[in-house]
């Protein structure tokens, strides 16, 4: 029997109340990595038809929300962290490239942060990749891709300040 979205999202709510620091987090990267690898889990959270971004699961107490992205081709993100957040990128299908930088200079009311990019690395379907707060990133998707994100915080209710790659 698959792992369904409600149950995946009560793992996850058990593994952060366990431990809402890092190594809850950690978990969570674990039972993400987990549930990539059930075929039914991802055709469930992820079926045909799903928009860039749906929220799946918002958590009432701890905040934290679990959610479905499909791509249907190339699309890049300039770099990025997820403000007081920490994010999880989950693969499902397809194949991203992630890109790390250190922050030179942090936004400044109009003026855009600057990123120096340190290392890029491909996410494949099964790998899951935390960025703990204020982490710079940004992924690139070169074709059609799935995956499934979980924010500390949905980020939908949180400004970010945007920054710039810089050599």
């Known amino acids: 029997m698959s792992l369904s979205v409600e149950e995946f999202a009560r793992q996850c709510r058990q593994a952060l109340v366990a431990d809402p620091g890092p190594a809850g987090r950690v978990h969570v990267v674990e039972l993400v990595q987990a549930a990539l690898k059930d ?8 079926p045909e038809g799903t928009p860039e971004r749906k929220v799946l699961y918002e958590d009432p107490d701890l905040g934290f929300t679990i959610l479905a992205h499909a791509y249907q081709g190339a699309k890049n993100s300039s770099p990025h962290d997820h403000g007081p957040s920490w994010a999880i990128y989950g693969q499902a299908e397809g194949e991203t490239v992630m890109t790390d930088y250190d922050c030179l200079a942090r936004p400044e009311g ?28 940004s992924p690139r998707r070169d074709g059609a891709t799935r995956l499934l994100r979980i924010e500390g915080l949905n980020m939908d209710k949180v400004k970010r300040q945007p920054y710039v790659a810089v050599e």
């Open 39 to 46: 075929p039914g889990f991802v055709a469930a959270a992820l």
């Open 110 to 137: 109009d003026r855009p942060g600057k990123a120096k990019r340190t290392q890029d690395y491909v996410l494949k379907p099964g790998d899951a990749y935390l960025y703990e707060p204020g982490v710079l990133h």
